[in-house]
């Protein structure tokens, strides 16, 4: 016990830096995405007013998702202790109350948190004029905290934490001290907190959708709500049971049963489509604004992350050979990762001008070429390839060819530092293992194929999860490098987001989609992590 008071009196201050600076902006922004108004930090209830907003009635779908996505975890880990509780033969499930009652103090602390937040946000407006002094600022903030709705939810929540820890630390002194039962607290603990927000979330959901059923009640409209989820939701779920069974096909022995389970599998995807073609029609009424800055990130992920993943292992094969100057190029194609963004975007910005005589369109001219609008034109790049004769649409025509000048940017400043990981991962691979191969009989590229790439697998891994968060996330040189006469095809979700809050001023639609881009990257790192459990070869 004192050895593990010790490492978490060590690992406080992390804790306090991470809580502080990391999770709780975060529970701020889902406080305030729940909030409307213009030029407001405490604004109005309005629930999921603003996530309906962007995506329409795509937002209980995503909830109804969330909630069930929380209790599959809650269940796998409860599973997984039972699992290992049987197999050791221990005694786990002792572990169960304790870590339900930490887990429930620890929730209503949060609920605690989010009724002080509002009460406190809500000071500065009481101090004005000859009220804005230090003594009223302090008065303030003590009869705010002694608030009795306060009170009661810090109590409440501080006797179940009690409660929980003092039962915990009963059952660790009747143990032995080599006793593993330990170990399954924890697993209890995540159990209980992924139950109780997932019921946190379909409660509220339910809420939010009798609401919306009574407002369109009184206004005499109608409202195809529960048809869209169910109808939608179906389609996922067929989805996901046909990856299930397009997955056991390959530990079928007969090919009577691999093909069954194909043909089965391609069915389910037909009904699927079929039932998710309702999808669009729910995308439409969102806001188009956030639909268009999602389609620009996507293309401008599907644009620069595997340019610049193959064009740095190209370069790193290249340096990690024994030639002239090999520091030097290393130094070279690092330097523009390192270089200050804004500057090097505010000189792509020159290179890339609509002027006739600016540096690209001046080269451009040499090859008798005409000049080209670059980051000022709107126009999809397959659009403009086909000379525009066929109306292809927005997906379709490709992303603009203001958009590809800042891909452009984006690929340049991103391979060198690829670049740097890639030799760092190609300097771990034992020489041992391509002097076997050679002596086998492979040549370079069947080196390359067997050896270099399985080994360097983690590293693409990284790389890969790396740059598509990082291209989700990007901001600083798409905001320098954007002009108004592409007409928008260059925001991508984080300028969407910038331009709600700054220039808008919707503090509460900025946090939700700030919300959505974090639940895309989410799901988004989470196929890469299945995906690469199978692919990836620690060695």
Request: charged share 15%.
């Amino acid at each position: 016990m004192r050895e593990m008071l010790l490492a978490y009196s060590f690992l406080a201050p992390a804790f306090i830096i991470i809580g502080l600076f990391g999770l709780f902006p975060l529970a701020f922004a889902a406080y305030e995405s729940t909030l409307r108004g213009l030029n407001k930090i405490v604004g109005s209830y309005d629930g999921l007013g603003n996530y309906v907003k962007a995506v329409d009635n795509l937002i209980y779908i995503i909830n109804f998702w969330l909630a069930v996505g929380l209790v599959y975890f809650a269940v796998s880990m409860i599973a997984r202790a039972v699992q290992e509780h049987r197999q050791e033969q221990t005694n786990a499930m002792r572990w169960a109350l304790p870590a339900a009652l930490t887990a429930a103090g620890t929730a209503l602390i949060a609920r605690f948190v989010f009724i002080l937040l509002p009460e406190m946000l809500l000071i500065p407006s009481k101090l004005r004029g000859q009220n804005n002094t230090q003594e009223a600022f302090r008065s303030l903030v003590v009869e705010t905290w002694w608030l009795p709705k306060v009170q009661i939810a810090l109590w409440i929540g501080v006797v179940f934490l009690a409660a929980g820890a003092v039962w915990a630390l009963l059952i660790n002194r009747q143990m032995p001290k080599d006793g593993r039962d330990r170990i399954y607290f924890m697993p209890f603990f995540n159990t209980g907190i992924c139950l109780i927000s997932g019921a946190a979330l379909i409660w509220f959901t339910w809420t939010e959708i009798n609401a919306a059923y009574a407002e369109a009640l009184e206004e005499g409209v109608g409202l195809e709500l529960w048809s869209q989820i169910v109808t939608i939701s179906a389609g996922f779920l067929l989805l996901l049971l046909a990856w299930r069974l397009w997955e056991s096909a390959r530990d079928r022995s007969s090919n009577m049963g691999v093909a069954l389970r194909l043909v089965g599998a391609v069915a389910l995807m037909a009904g699927a489509w079929v039932l998710i073609a309702e999808l669009p029609r729910v995308v439409a009424a969102g806001d188009e604004d956030w639909w268009n800055g999602l389609m620009a990130t996507v293309f401008y992920v599907l644009g620069t992350v595997p340019i610049q993943l193959g064009l740095a292992l190209i370069l790193a094969a290249l340096l990690f050979q024994k030639i002239r100057g090999q520091t030097l190029f290393r130094v070279l194609y690092f330097l523009p990762y390192v270089a200050p963004f804004v500057g090097t975007a505010a000189v792509f910005r020159i290179i890339f001008s609509n002027r006739p005589t600016a540096p690209l369109n001046s080269l451009l001219d040499l090859f008798g070429a005409e000049p080209l609008l670059w980051l000022s034109e709107p126009a999809g790049i397959i659009q403009m390839i086909t000379g525009g004769k066929i109306d292809l649409g927005p997906i379709l025509s490709g992303p603009s060819l203001a958009l590809v000048a800042i891909m452009i940017y984006g690929t340049w400043t991103y391979v060198g530092f690829d670049t740097v990981i890639f030799l760092a991962g190609l300097g771990a691979i034992p020489n041992e293992l391509y002097e076997v191969a050679d002596i086998d009989g492979a040549g370079g590229w069947a080196q390359f194929r067997h050896v270099t790439l399985p080994l360097l697998s983690p590293t693409i891994y990284f790389l890969s999860l790396y740059a598509v968060i990082g291209t989700f996330k990007a901001f600083n040189h798409i905001f320098v490098l954007r002009q108004a006469a592409a007409l928008g095809t260059t925001d991508t979700a984080s300028i969407v987001i910038f331009q709600a809050f700054k220039r808008d001023t919707r503090y509460g639609y900025a946090s939700a989609l700030a919300i959505l881009l974090l639940l895309i990257i989410m799901v988004i790192t989470l196929v890469n992590n299945r995906i690469a459990s199978r692919r990836v070869f620690y060695g």
